[in-house]
């Protein structure tokens, strides 16, 4: 397939017509919603099937195979934030609490990205490794923990970087995650199989209806554009991209595959919107949510799953292929 097929194929695939339908809902002002419970439900059997499949992958796979593509992905978790920081404070003269609350935001991860750039890999053909999933465990805290201390480096704030963190590791994406991952390792695939159908022939279903939901959710940001100004929504757009290539780049040292490195882009160039926001809202609660929300939800992860994850196919084929 060449570049325009693969775009198109993203484009028209049923999850990204389902955010898309979604968005459209919410300029319509339609009264379309997922009831919260439906929603919270979701949430969870995506995360938890995520942790499982990849926890079997792993119980598959040579530590020495995993050691290369662990360190990278720990590499990027502490690097990402202090880049997007430096660029918020430098070029965008963003205040250092929110350039802090949205480089932490910037340098975790997006678990439904990470979902739609496998999706996407294995409707074009090209599966990544098995065990991607574990790097998502491993990437959701660090950037975190790296952008809050840098706001607490230099004076007290009003909110508790020990409670954030708490928050962070005690929250759910990380609790299913870490935790589908050791059930997953421990009963290997042999023990998964009476589960498996649940947790392999409603995954898609599943998504579909997430990503409707996200669509609405991002639509409802896009308000916001207005306030955030024009670096931002560049700085939404461009700097994943950065991320992104800056991965694909470094992945070529640890072994992995082209979509494997690929997969590992989507993650780092995506923006988290459960845990960090929940961290920031404790440990830096002057910072400004509308910039920290509307960058992850209402520009980053909109171009992320229609035009990022081709683009970082497109580069991990040119760079590694």
Known sequence: MDTFEVLAA?????????????????????????????YNGLSIYLLLAIGLKGGVELSKTPLTVFAGPAMLTLLLGLLTPVIAYNIL???GRLD????????AHYGSVSAVTFIVAITFGTMTGREPEGFMPALVAILEVPAIVVALMIAFMRDRRAGSWQDALHEVLSGRSVVLLVGGLLIGTLVGPTGFE???????????????????EMGIVAASRLRDLKEVGFFLVAFGVLVPILHGALTIWLAQFTGLS?????????????????????????????????FYLTGALGITFP????LGIPLYYFLAERMLG
């Open 10 to 38: 993203n484009l028209l695939s049923p999850v990204i017509l389902a955010f898309v339908l979604g968005v459209v809902a919410a300029l319509v002002r339609s009264d379309l919603r997922l009831p919260s419970a439906l």
């Open 89 to 91: 404070r430098r070029l």
């Open 96 to 103: 250092r609490v929110n350039s802090a609350a949205i480089a």
């Open 194 to 212: 009476p589960v498996a159908p649940f947790f392999k022939s409603g995954f898609q279903g599943a998504l579909m209806l997430f990503l409707l």
């Open 258 to 290: 082209v979509a494997g490195a690929a997969v590992l882009a989507a993650m780092v160039s995506s923006a988290s919107y459960i845990a960090a926001p929940a961290a920031v809202r404790i440990a830096l609660p002057e910072a400004n949510p509308t």
């Open 303 to 306: 171009f992320n799953v229609t």
